[in-house]
């Protein structure tokens, strides 16, 4: 496994620490690499601009191709994570469902430029690709700039300690939208299924929960879970409101033995982005499940999951 900070090795996984931007430093830490089959690539820089965006991201996976390709005799597949930024989810109201074969976008984008790259460089190769798009991810990892379970959790945490009651922090037009998510361990699974079944070659796949929810139902659910009360929706930065919180998680850390500090957890910037979309956000998911993906996830299950996860690695506390 390559990352950019390392990791700690185990039996099953090697971790290399390689700075991804930096040919140099790929060629030497991953041209040893000859057994590799597959590459799952997920890495991600980011910058300013979307315009900005682009010749880092696109780097790294040219850097990572140039490296291990010519050493891989075996290679099979190469998996790149992509999101709903091929549709223009991220510029405003979009088509919905968006589909795989919906038309492109102006650019600049960075995931599109990635899957250009690796259509031209497959070309009369032996190895396949594939470009998996979830929706907004739900996850417990933590040092994540897209976590969005965690933003509400660590939100809904902080504001229970405060005695107040937990408010939708995003945009009025946000609350009563259609959304969907993509559980992390079913993208994991999806994300394989795609890589190791040759029907799949050279295709992109939309990987969703397979349900749609408004907050405006689903917000007050959240509150019922952390035992609170729920209050109107008011619009507030999250990057704002939440930045002198650090001296308050710091007690709650000491009073209940929590195992990480607030800068590892909080992803404000990104709950201030998803819950800012006062436009449908979804896509069609029936493409993967046609060709034999028929896993699927129940959204409002898949938050309680998580939570409950959350508690037990003790990232959040189990009471208040």
Same mark, same amino acid.
């Given at each position: 496994?390559?990352?950019?900070?390392?990791?700690?090795?185990?039996?099953?996984?090697?971790?290399?620490?390689?700075?991804?931007?930096?040919?140099?430093?790929?060629? @030497?830490?991953?041209?040893?690499?000859?057994?590799?089959? /597959?590459?799952?690539?997920?890495?991600y820089?980011?910058?300013?601009s979307?315009a900005?965006?682009?010749?880092?991201?696109?780097?790294?996976?040219?850097?990572v191709?140039?490296?291990?390709?010519?050493?891989?005799?075996?290679?099979? /597949?190469?998996?790149?994570?992509?999101?709903?930024?091929?549709?223009g @989810?991220?510029?405003?109201?979009?088509?919905?469902?968006?589909?795989?074969?919906?038309?492109g976008?102006?650019?600049?984008?960075?995931?599109?430029d990635?899957?250009?790259?690796?259509?031209?460089?497959?070309?009369?190769k032996?190895?396949?690709?594939?470009?998996?798009?979830?929706?907004?991810?739900?996850?417990?990892?933590?040092?994540?700039?897209?976590?969005?379970?965690?933003?509400?959790a660590?939100? #809904?945490?902080?504001?229970?300690k405060?005695?107040?009651?937990?408010?939708?922090?995003?945009k009025?037009?946000?609350?009563?939208?259609l959304?969907?998510?993509?559980?992390?361990?079913?993208?994991?699974?999806?994300? *394989?299924?795609a @890589?190791t079944?040759?029907?799949?070659?050279?295709?992109?796949?939309?990987?969703?929960?397979?349900?749609?929810?408004?907050?405006?139902e689903?917000?007050p659910?959240?509150?019922?879970?952390?035992?609170?009360? *729920? @209050?109107?929706?008011?619009?507030?930065?999250?990057?704002?409101?939440?930045?002198?919180?650090?001296?308050?998680?710091?007690?709650?850390?000491?009073e /209940?033995?929590?195992?990480?500090?607030?800068?590892?957890?909080?992803?404000w #910037?990104?709950?201030?982005?998803?819950?800012?979309?006062?436009?449908?956000?979804?896509?069609?998911?029936?493409?993967?499940r046609?060709?034999g993906? /028929?896993e699927f996830?129940?959204?409002?299950?898949?938050?309680y999951?998580?939570?409950d996860e959350?508690?037990?690695?003790?990232?959040?506390?189990?009471?208040?």
């Amino acid at each position: 496994m390559v990352c950019p900070e390392g990791g700690t090795s185990t039996k099953k996984i090697r971790y290399i620490a390689v700075d991804l931007v930096d040919p140099a430093s790929c060629i @030497a830490q991953l041209s040893s690499l000859s057994d590799v089959t /597959h590459i799952f690539y997920a890495a991600y820089q980011d910058r300013a601009s979307w315009a900005e965006l682009v010749e880092p991201n696109l780097a790294m996976l040219v850097n990572v191709l140039t490296a291990i390709e010519p050493v891989a005799a075996n290679l099979e /597949h190469v998996s790149l994570m992509q999101g709903y930024k091929v549709y223009g @989810a991220h510029l405003g109201p979009f088509k919905t469902p968006a589909k795989e074969s919906d038309a492109g976008h102006m650019p600049p984008e960075f995931n599109v430029d990635q899957q250009n790259f690796l259509e031209k460089q497959q070309v009369n190769k032996r190895w396949t690709w594939s470009a998996i798009r979830p929706s907004v991810v739900g996850g417990t990892s933590t040092g994540n700039p897209m976590n969005l379970a965690m933003v509400i959790a660590v939100f #809904a945490t902080i504001s229970k300690k405060l005695g107040i009651p937990l408010r939708f922090p995003g945009k009025l037009g946000a609350y009563d939208k259609l959304m969907e998510m993509t559980d992390a361990g079913l993208l994991a699974k999806a994300t *394989v299924w795609a @890589a190791t079944n040759p029907q799949c070659a050279n295709q992109a796949f939309n990987i969703n929960n397979g349900d749609l929810f408004r907050w405006n139902e689903l917000w007050p659910k959240i509150a019922v879970y952390f035992n609170m009360e *729920v @209050a109107a929706p008011l619009q507030m930065p999250l990057q704002t409101v939440m930045a002198d919180k650090e001296e308050l998680w710091k007690s709650l850390q000491e009073e /209940h033995g929590l195992n990480y500090n607030y800068k590892d957890l909080s992803s404000w #910037a990104f709950g201030d982005f998803v819950f800012s979309w006062d436009y449908d956000f979804f896509a069609d998911g029936t493409k993967a499940r046609r060709m034999g993906f /028929h896993e699927f996830i129940d959204t409002e299950k898949m938050f309680y999951d998580l939570f409950d996860e959350m508690r037990r690695k003790k990232i959040i506390p189990k009471t208040i």
